[in-house]
């Protein structure tokens, strides 16, 4: 049954899109609180891909999404973001934003953020992943940093 709720609100939300309702805010908010509270499972799900840009940002803004960890945040966004058209990896950067890099493992940060085509291809988002693999190193290293790029210069 839980997979079922999961396919119709889907469904729920697309109709309340195309057809006339009188209130089609309340049923998208509704439809948004249930898959923020179900998202672990909902992204699974191939219609996840479908869902709007706004959908996406909702879910991924909201601090009542329901997840296990930022890294799973990112597997989702990234699934989302690499299906379809280019429309979605120009608010890549945005999706970014919402993760919070500070609860990521710094080895995952350089070995599967890092690497990530999209992100060094968007100067926001390394700024935002140098500016938290900096605020972990220890203030000798930072100084010693510094210092060594004074040198070059």
Not at 42 to 67: C, G, H, N, P, R
Not at 70 to 82: F, P
Not at 87 to 114: A, H, M, N, W
């Amino acid at each position: 049954m839980e997979t079922g709720l999961e396919i119709e609100c889907f469904t729920l939300k697309n109709l309340a899109e195309t057809h006339q309702v009188n209130d089609p805010s309340a049923v998208r908010n509704v439809i948004t609180q249930f898959l923020g509270a179900n998202f672990e499972r909902v992204i699974k799900k191939k219609e996840f891909l479908d869902i709007s840009k706004d959908d996406i940002m909702a879910l991924f803004k909201s601090s009542s999404t329901k997840y296990s960890s930022d890294a799973v945040k990112w597997e989702a966004m990234l699934k989302w973001v690499k299906h379809g058209v280019g429309s979605k990896r120009q608010i890549f950067p945005d999706l970014f934003s919402f993760l919070k890099l500070e609860d990521l493992s710094l080895e995952f940060l350089k070995e599967t953020v890092r690497v990530e085509p999209l992100v060094k291809k968007a100067e926001k988002c390394i700024d935002m992943l140098m500016e938290e693999i900096f605020s972990r190193a220890p203030a000798k290293v930072i100084q010693q940093s510094k210092t060594n790029k004074d040198i070059y210069l």
